[in-house]
């Protein structure tokens, strides 16, 4: 083969690779979205909580443990959930205490701040008891917070629980859970 055949050849041969690749990449952009296109794990669109939209937030939230208070004060959301009864297991708490830090701190850019109050309601006297009160601050705990808060399985916090959460609980709660389990 002579010199200037190979270097046709090998001229020719680049020059369909680089209008193959061109066609892929056109390809690629049509079938995908191209600008458009999003990755798989972007994450979904945060809101912002108002006191016009307070109660459209909450109620997405589909809670066994009603909540009994609610307010929204200068980044600070404030939440009491009302147990009746005994038939709430702290599990179901737990979940629905979940529920309420993935909402806003992961669904809600703007709260910074969650007071949480876990409360029983004496239906004979009419009376609310302070079962388990939560300070929960934006930054102040891991992500993984969240499942780890949703799956406990034992009416005793741990430590790391404890701090990141701020938690804190009554001897009522212990009474009701801790020495049931």
Do not use: C
Not at 68 to 79: D, F, G, M, N, P
Not at 147 to 163: I, V
Not at 168 to 173: A, D, G, K, S, V
Request: charged share 25%; net charge negative; no cysteine.
């Amino acid at each position: 083969m002579k010199p200037g055949m190979i270097v046709t050849a090998s001229m020719l041969s680049t020059i369909a690779a680089v209008i193959v690749l061109v066609v892929f990449q056109s390809l690629h952009t049509r079938t995908w979205g191209g600008d458009r296109a999003e990755p798989v794990t972007a994450s979904h669109q945060t809101i912002q909580l108002t006191n016009d939209n307070l109660v459209d937030v909450l109620s997405s939230l589909h809670m066994s443990t009603p909540i009994a208070r609610v307010e929204w004060k200068q980044s600070i959301l404030t939440l009491d959930l009302k147990v009746k009864g005994t038939d709430t297991s702290y599990t179901e708490i737990y979940e629905n205490m979940a529920a309420v830090v993935d909402l806003s701190f992961r669904s809600v850019d703007n709260v910074e701040q969650v007071l949480l109050r876990v409360m029983a309601e004496d239906e004979w006297v009419h009376r609310r008891h302070l079962l388990l009160a939560a300070d929960i601050r934006r930054g102040e705990w891991p992500m993984y917070a969240i499942d780890m808060l949703r799956t406990w399985k034992s009416a005793a916090f741990s430590e790391d629980l404890k701090d990141w959460f701020n938690l804190m609980q009554t001897e009522l709660w212990k009474k009701q859970f801790e020495m049931t389990s």
